[in-house]
């Protein structure tokens, strides 16, 4: 069905309506109206990195793992399967008459918000801090979910519209100040190509203000830009009670009438929260006009009829037992092992079964499920944690030791100055010495750094680990045997120990309920890890501006003034791949404009057989005001075999060659251009770490 002869249907419905029924659809938990036969409906379900709050689902890795697969073609899979599982969980949900929350198809993810401090709690839902890497991957999920067919297999929601990303402790009261400039540059693009490329169903507004503008009832963003430059015709959302924030927090209203008047004048068609249960009030009192409720009301059943909810449709056959299927499963499996990043290897991984007898999996980490899914997820039938993976892949061949080492967390900041010694220090130094090897597991989950609230209050105040981990890692590292760090977190940490002195380290985000199975395997080397890094790690947060500091002036890989401990873009194989030479030719459109270019990049893998992902840069060299230092512009999964050469050809749109004014205007200003090509950033830090340096040519138009 096209959105034109839905929106007519759309129409047609809410015209019998009366103004109490339409203000009763606006909720995000909209009732029955059952003499227009309308079943009631609950907006509110979320499918970050797999459906979830709804029971049994399979759970991919958190997306900020995904991210580090630089692979489109995942995430479309993964959004496929995620809106093929919601399928066909509302059919059996609604069937059954069970419409409640987190029931519904209208699916409150991606978060393609810009993870531009590691420090901001909610960062490990997004795809890291480049914007041209978030809308690749955001693009592809929503066309996953939503699918190609005559009607919407489930509709997406791009979130947090715009220019968020912490603090979470003043989230309701905060008012990011953003230029035209990085708005243009960095906070928007992932939207607008959500929006134009994806045709993404529905827009979820942040909490705070920017640039003194709620989020849920913006001007310039919601109208200027949203439903004007891009030519979005989907509903909006609010997050959830944020317009409550106008009056109680905000105070650009002085109370819940007013609020909602401000709101749905401005676009925000349905409430997650209760304020909108004032709109008849507002609608009596004479503040606010029907039109604007029916404005609403028919952008959220032009939704419901994409999806074909009054219709019998091909969609209503999607069983129950594609659920948790091999087949779901294995693109589960194929997440985790293209998200694992190696950060370092002295040669130790990876490990050879047939030496190791002993073998020590130390942690708070090791053993603990809550490091497997990070936060907004549903529930697996089974979870294979590190230790279990392990155990599981050396089966009676080798002996496991386990020794949760210490607490994950002390809530005393004096814990380093009272103790000398890991909570479970004679443990550990006995399976340490009884061992060939150490696996040391350490990190973060949920409850340490995610959203406000959900983690207390969110957001870490450091890139240190907790105390306690700080001491176990110090510990072990003295003990003298092999060690290999797994850090499970969903954000940069810093690693400044481990990278002098652990003899392999291995970021693992949240890597899914079933990632200890893919990470052992890693280990054992029976596939390259493959990850790259989504986000800079950077050495300390004394390399960072002020958190609440919306400038993008050195924050991350494209504005960064110093040298970081880990670039974005960079991650280790097995193999040893590299770019040999880089060929570019311009393209033209009909009317002999210039459109882009094509490039031809030669690769080569001198090591063992592997995946890699080659990425693409572009520098503008002679406009001032262009990006400080250069920006993604394309990437691609190389699968190499050993001694193997490749012709990679990759398309580069008009797009990359644009730059932003002070004014927020996006044009073609430069007319000499460096692109890149390597399997990491064309930084001396990357070269350094990977031995290789990127090749490059010169584009002038």
């Known amino acids: ?44 379900n979320e499918a970050l990195h797999g459906v979830a709050r709804a029971g049994t689902a399979t759970m991919f890795p958190q997306a900020i793992g995904m991210a580090a697969s630089f692979d489109e073609e995942l995430l479309f899979a993964v959004g496929d399967c995620i809106g093929t599982e919601g399928r066909a969980k509302y059919n059996m949900q609604s069937t059954r008459g069970d419409r409640d929350i987190y029931k519904g198809l209208t699916f409150w993810s991606p978060n393609v918000n810009i993870f531009r401090d590691p420090r901001w709690g909610r960062g490990h839902e997004t795809y890291g801090e480049d914007p041209y890497l978030t809308a690749r991957m955001g693009v592809q999920f929503v066309k996953g ?3 190609d067919g005559e009607y919407l297999k489930a509709a997406a929601c791009a979130k947090h519209f715009a220019v968020h990303s912490g603090p979470e402790p003043q989230r309701h009261t905060f008012n990011a100040i953003a230029s035209r400039k990085d708005m243009e540059e960095t906070y928007l693009p992932a939207f607008e190509a959500c929006v134009k490329e994806a045709k993404v169903e529905a827009i979820m ?108 449709t091909e969609l209503d056959d999607i069983p129950y037992t594609v659920v948790e299927s091999k087949e779901h499963i294995d693109l589960a499996h194929k997440a985790t092992r293209e998200s694992l990043v190696l950060l370092k290897n002295n040669g130790i991984l990876p490990l050879h079964k047939d030496k190791i007898k002993n073998i020590a999996v130390i942690g708070p980490n090791a053993n603990s499920r809550d490091a497997l899914v990070g936060n907004y997820h549903g529930t697996s039938s089974r979870y294979i944690t590190v230790l279990e993976g392990i155990q599981d892949y050396l089966g009676d ?55 406000e609230g959900d983690a207390g209050p969110g957001d870490k105040t450091s890139l240190l680990l907790p105390a306690p981990q700080r ?12 060690v290999v760090l797994l850090n499970m977190t969903g954000s940069a940490m810093d690693l400044r120990v481990a990278d002098a002195k652990a003899d392999a380290v291995v970021q693992c985000w949240y890597p899914g309920a079933r990632g200890g199975k893919d990470i052992a395997e890693m280990l054992f080397g029976d596939y390259s890890p493959s990850g790259k890094l989504p986000l800079t790690f950077y050495e300390s947060t004394e390399d960072l501006p002020d958190f609440c500091d919306y400038s ?9 003034e110093g040298t970081p401990l880990y670039p974005f873009g960079f991650g280790l194989t097995y ?8 060929a570019a030719e311009k393209t033209f459109d009909a009317d002999g404009n210039f459109d882009g270019a094509v490039l031809t990049v030669k690769v080569k893998n001198n090591g063992k057989v592997t995946e890699d992902a080659l990425q693409i840069y572009i520098k503008v060299e002679n406009y001032p005001l262009a990006v400080r230092n250069y920006s993604l512009c394309g990437f691609r999964r190389v699968s190499l075999a050993e001694n193997e050469e490749k012709e990679i050809r990759i ?38 770490l990977t031995g290789h340096k990127a090749v490059s040519t010169e584009i002038v138009l």
């Open 552 to 560: 993008m002036k050195n924050r991350t890989y494209r504005y960064f």
């Open 397 to 451: 061949d080798a002996r496991v030791w386990y020794s949760e080492g210490c607490h994950k967390w002390r809530e005393s900041i004096e814990y380093l100055s009272k103790h000398d010694k890991p909570d479970q220090f004679a443990e550990t130094q006995a399976m340490c010495e009884l061992s060939d090897v150490v696996i040391l597991v350490l990190g973060l989950d949920e409850w340490l750094e995610g959203e």
């Open 575 to 582: 193999g040893d791949c590299f770019a040999q030479s880089i």
């Open 145 to 147: 979910v939503q699918g």
């Open 205 to 312: 507004g942040a909490y705070n203000r920017t640039n003194d503008e709620p989020c849920c009832a913006h001007e310039v963003l919601m109208n200027e830009y949203l439903r004007g430059k891009w030519g979005f015709e989907g509903h909006y959302v609010s997050d959830c009670w944020a317009i409550k924030d106008f009056h109680k927090n905000h105070k650009v209203t002085a109370r819940p009438e007013e609020s909602v008047k401000l709101a749905l004048e401005k676009g925000c068609d349905v409430n997650c929260g209760c304020t909108y249960q004032r709109i008849l009030d507002a609608h009596k009192e004479g503040i606010l006009d029907e039109k604007y409720i029916d404005r609403a009301c028919v952008r959220l059943f032009t939704t419901r009829f994409l999806l074909g909810l009054f219709d019998k």
């Open 471 to 482: 001491m176990l890692l110090d510990w072990v590292l003295g003990i003298g045997k092999p």
């Open 651 to 688: 398309q580069l749109d008009k797009r990359a060659f644009t730059s932003v004014d002070e004014d927020g205007n996006r044009a073609v200003y430069g007319d000499k251009f460096t692109v890149f090509a390597a399997f990491a950033q064309p930084d001396a830090r990357s070269e350094a």
């Open 1 to 44: 069905m096209n959105r034109a002869e839905a929106k007519k249907r759309a129409e047609a419905l809410v015209a019998q309506m009366t103004v109490e029924e339409k203000a009763s659809q606006l909720k995000f938990d909209s009732p029955a109206i059952e003499r227009l036969h309308i079943p009631e409906y609950n907006w509110w």
